[in-house]
């Protein structure tokens, strides 16, 4: 079994036993529920080296990535032994974003932006979702070039409003092979941070966004609780989302009013909780939803918010 298949059997068992503890009747629902398979996470900023500074600066030094396709933007990469990856994501030339789906967030120094999801189906996927009403762009080709001269390959399928994966995460389909795409980086390969487990969302409207994630997919109701620093927040046991809506002013009110709907934290997967505290001076832990999350230095991240969950 793949490392990929490993991790998605995880996330089946794990959403399969807290559905069996808190007794909801979904049988119905499950039958037709989608299991979203995490491929990577964005961060944008205005220039690509400082954001790699920034990783760099808490332990985790991302590898080049080369320039898109697009003739736009250039990226970075750190990928984990799961075969997730974080995405740096800034303009080829200073300030030239124009023609960029991302452009207003790369007139930041360092903003999460984007989250996609993959799959080996991809025209089933979008034809699945026009069916139930969700809209879905024609899907595009997109492809990268490789600092070593290789060229990569992909499809990718915008979902739903605002800028690709602001919401909904978009699809992306590997052309050619999924390790030309993204293999482990060396400065965490082995350590206690696995992968990429969840992407937390601020949204607006819990309601409304929850009723958006579950007619997408087809999942049961949420698991609701509240946490001071992010506001009332919602999560679908064993999927790769947490939303998270204001619950007053404070900065996800802010973030929500300057950016719209949009990742706002990513949490990656500790392996060993206490060693990744340690190694990488985690700090603020607190329990979101029965598992622990600390944080990484959100100012040697320009703001990012970026932490890990586990035991």
């Known amino acids: ?20 503890v808190i007794s909801r009747p979904a049988m119905t629902q499950e039958s037709k529920s989608v299991v979203l398979e995490l491929d990577h996470v964005s961060i944008c900023g205005s220039n690509l080296d400082t954001l790699r500074q920034a990783l760099t600066d808490i332990g985790l030094t991302p590898d080049p990535g080369g320039p898109h396709g697009n003739g736009i933007t250039q990226m970075a990469i750190l990928g984990f032994d ?10 080829i030339k200073p300030g030239g974003t124009a023609g960029s789906d991302w452009a207003k967030f790369m007139s930041e120094d360092a903003v999460t932006c984007a989250w996609a999801v993959g799959t080996n189906v991809l025209l089933q996927e979008v034809d699945r979702l026009k069916k139930i ?10 492809s990268r070039k490789r600092p070593d001269g290789m060229s990569i390959e992909w499809m990718t399928a915008d979902v739903g409003g605002g800028t690709p994966g602001s919401t909904l995460p978009f699809i992306i389909e590997d052309q050619t092979p999924r390790a030309w795409r993204v293999q482990t980086s060396a400065s965490v390969q082995g350590s206690p941070l696995a992968g990429i487990e969840s992407v937390v969302l601020g949204v607006n409207n819990l309601d409304a966004s929850i009723t958006l994630f579950r007619k997408a997919y087809g999942w049961a109701d949420p698991i609701i609780e509240t946490q ?20 007053g002013g404070g900065w996800l009110g802010d973030r929500l009013a300057k950016f719209g709907e949009t990742p706002v934290a990513y949490l990656l997967i500790a392996r060993d909780f206490a060693a990744a505290t340690k190694k990488y001076k985690l700090s603020g832990t607190k329990t979101w939803f029965g598992q622990k999350v600390a944080w990484f230095d959100a100012g040697k991240l320009k703001g990012v918010r970026l932490g890990a969950i586990g035991q």
């Open 1 to 20: 079994m793949s490392k990929r298949s490993s991790a998605i059997c995880c996330r089946l068992f794990f959403a399969t036993l807290v559905l069996l």
């Open 82 to 91: 799961d075969g997730s990856y974080l995405e740096l994501i800034a303009p």
């Open 133 to 142: 009403g969700i809209p879905v762009k024609v899907p595009e080709r997109g």
């Open 228 to 247: 001071k620093d992010f506001g009332k927040l919602a999560y679908f046991p064993g999927e790769p989302v947490i939303l998270a809506a204001p619950t």
